[in-house]
């Protein structure tokens, strides 16, 4: 199992920024595609960002032109560069890692994003 550590939460005002980051312990993490998901209050969690084992992104149409995942595979990192944050962010995020295809199996324990106005 690997294990994911986040990190880079915290409490930003609106229209501000937060860049999230994902250690994973994974021997080939190259291998592996990442994903940002979120948790807020009272809702399901919900996926944000994914990236390929070729770096290819995909996000969720409501936070396109906002947020930018990437990751560094000399570094076994994945971040989220979070930028125009807004209330609707607030979430508990999660970083996740698939082997195959994007059937994300294992989960760090996540890092809160709270959103004031």
């Known amino acids: 199992q690997v294990q994911l550590v986040e990190s880079g939460g915290g409490l930003v005002q609106a229209g501000g920024s937060l860049r999230l980051s994902c250690v994973s312990s994974a021997r080939t993490f190259s291998s592996y595609a990442m994903g940002w998901f979120r948790q807020a209050p009272g809702k399901e969690r919900e996926f944000v960002a994914r990236i390929s084992r070729l770096s290819t992104p995909s996000y969720i149409d409501s936070v396109k032109g906002r947020f930018t995942i990437s990751r560094d595979n000399t570094k076994n990192t994945v971040h989220l560069q979070m930028n125009g944050l807004t209330p609707e962010d607030t979430a508990v995020y999660y970083c996740?890692?698939?082997?195959?295809?994007?059937?994300?199996?294992?989960w760090g324990q996540g890092t809160q994003v709270t959103v004031s106005s």
């Open positions: 996740a890692a698939a082997t195959m295809g994007y059937d994300f199996r294992d």
